[in-house]
Nanobody
Framework: EVQLVESGGGSVQAGGSLRLSCAASGFTFDDYAIGWFRQAPGKEREGISCIRNSDGTIYYADSVKGRFSISSANAKNTVFLQMNSLKPEDTAVYYC??????????????????WGQGTQVTVSS
């Protein structure tokens, strides 16, 4: 069974840090692009980061560049999103995604193969 399970969300004050984890199972993890999305109330879902270990490609959206860092622990089929200098506007549900063909270029990908259920991140001012 294919699964993506996010963890590490919670509440933090502005300026603080959180590390999200995405644990994957049921597929060949390092052959896939692994992405992070977020969705805040009343806003469209935003792709914020992506990593493809096969060619080393990493992408960050401008909204998080310089503050967030994506990394992988392939032996554990896990991708992390280290979030530093958090701002109230980072408050959202964060989702982990996986896709076999996406190149992590940052261009729109209409259909990701797999989605996690999301983890809530709340940043207070």
């Amino acid at each position: 069974e294919v699964q993506l399970v996010e963890s590490g969300g919670g509440s933090v004050q502005a300026g603080g840090s959180l590390r999200l984890s995405c644990a994957a199972s049921g597929f060949t993890f390092d052959d896939y692009a692994i992405g992070w999305f977020r969705q805040a109330p009343g806003k469209e879902r935003e792709g914020i980061s992506c990593i493809r270990n096969s060619d080393g490609t990493i992408y960050y959206a401008d909204s998080v560049k310089g503050r967030f860092s994506i990394s992988s622990a392939n032996a554990k089929n896990t991708v992390f999103l280290q979030m530093n200098s958090l701002k109230p506007e980072d408050t959202a549900v964060y989702y982990c995604t996986a896709d076999y063909t996406y190149d992590c270029s940052g261009t729109y990908n209409p259909l990701w193969d797999y989605w996690g259920q999301g983890t809530q991140v709340t940043v207070s001012s």
